[in-house]
């Protein structure tokens, strides 16, 4: 029968063994949450448009063309979560119970721009948000944190990017740095850059487009628009890296893609991902807040793409769903095989066995398919001799066992693979 319906352009179906890397990630993502002291928040996917043409910047490519409209309302979805958790902030007054607050969130965002490798139209956030302080020691943790999530998910090769914008009066500095210095190239850029030079000249900084790209390497900016306070903080901050052992490169051109970034930004970023190469960025809002109505407090912040991350791991991770693979040599002795089926799970032990009478070898090769990393062998010999065998599928090793010995060298050896 002909599949009539197919998935929306632009969004993704996640299945075995995508499933398993997404789920994997998240779990991960939570216990290091938990260990760095940030509280859950999950938000709905509405929200009112002006709340990110106001905090992102009417300039920016998410609110000139990639926020998705509900037609006849100003209501959009979600294009991003920062100014999303600062209304909430603000809503419910969370400044007035609590001076500091740690927040993260998982979830879809959603943006209409052209669907290619790794950027989706709906694509799925891992995010943290810490509002209520503007210490230097705040953003070396903000990095942290984001590090160690991209660390323990598995991925080894990549680059985080550091930068500050300086405060307001800081960037209004850069941005005329910015128009002086491109004012003879201006009939080399893109369109784009052409308007963003007079309505906001950072997003020049952020074109990816090879042309722009060339001209902007070549103006030499440095921090030459910093005021000394942001200065000294910039580096006091990169002395917090140095000392706490987080790698990272300096890039002067880095802006992020979003207004409401003030001094210290961000971005994690991996070549084998091609043009499109974050993982995930963040960095200090300390205006948010306030122009969104709320009190005058610092904030700081990070994002990572789940998709992007998983583009990585599906190259070397192997994930499988169960730990062991309960298989029988023939149909007399399945009864026996269900049974120690039964007793693995109700041992906590996460396991699956044959429902369709295949044979011992078809039996293996399901195993190994999945990538299940050990097998129990249950058969007629064995059952006469009150024994099992436990299969080793990576090292294709094997054990023979009494059966009242199964769980606790089960979970030995599992423990061993883990």
């Not at 942290?144 to 800081?170: F, M, P, Q, R, W």
């Not at 080399?188 to 030079?197: A, G, P, S, T």
């Amino acid at each position: 029968m002909k599949n009539i319906f197919h998935s929306v352009r632009g969004t993704s179906d996640f299945y075995p063994p995508i499933s398993f890397y997404f789920e994997d990630l998240v779990q991960k993502a939570k216990k290091i949450f938990k260990k760095f002291g940030y509280q859950p928040l999950i938000l709905p996917h509405l929200e009112e448009e002006g709340l990110f043409k106001r905090s992102v910047g009417e300039a920016t490519d998410i609110v000139q063309k990639q926020m998705f409209k509900i037609e006849g309302k100003d209501i959009v979805l979600r294009p991003e979560g920062t100014a999303q958790v600062a209304r909430f902030y603000i809503e419910k007054s969370f400044y007035k119970s609590r001076e500091f607050s740690k927040f993260y969130y998982i979830g879809s965002m959603f943006r209409g721009e052209r669907p290619q490798k790794g950027r989706l139209r709906e694509f799925h956030h891992i995010g943290a948000e810490a509002i209520g302080s503007k210490s230097i020691y705040l953003d070396a943790e903000i990095i942290e944190l984001a590090s160690e999530i991209v660390k323990e998910s598995g991925i080894k090769e990549y680059t985080l990017k550091v930068n500050s914008l300086g405060c307001c009066k800081d960037k209004l500095v850069l941005s005329e740095l910015i128009q002086k210095r491109l004012s003879f190239y201006v009939s080399l850029l893109c369109d784009d850059c052409k308007k963003r030079l007079t309505v906001n000249p950072l997003r020049v900084l952020d074109c990816k487009k090879t042309d722009c790209k060339k001209i902007i390497g070549s103006l030499k900016i440095k921090n030459e628009h910093l005021c000394k306070n942001c200065k000294d903080d910039f580096y006091n901050f990169l002395k917090i890296l140095d000392e706490i052992g987080v790698s990272y490169v300096y890039d002067p051109y880095l802006v992020r893609g979003l207004d409401y970034y003030t001094n210290m930004v961000f971005e994690i970023t991996s070549l084998s991902l091609g043009s499109c190469d974050a993982l995930g960025a963040g960095g200090r809002y300390n205006e948010l807040v306030r122009r969104l109505g709320g009190p005058d407090v610092g904030a700081v912040g990070f994002s990572l793409g789940l998709e992007r991350m998983i583009l990585l791991l599906s190259k070397s991770l192997v994930i499988s769903s169960v730990d062991v693979f309960v298989v029988y040599t023939s149909n007399s002795v399945y009864n026996t095989a269900y049974k120690i089926l039964r007793e693995l799970r109700n041992a906590e032990v996460s396991s699956v066995i044959d429902y369709n009478n295949k044979s011992l070898k078809a039996q293996l090769k399901s195993a190994q398919k999945f990538k299940v990393p050990f097998v129990v062998i249950v058969g007629d010999e064995e059952i006469k001799r009150n024994c099992v065998i436990i299969r080793n599928m990576k090292k294709s090793i094997q054990e023979e066992i009494k059966h009242n010995e199964l769980l606790r060298v089960l979970k030995e050896r599992i423990k061993e693979y883990a």
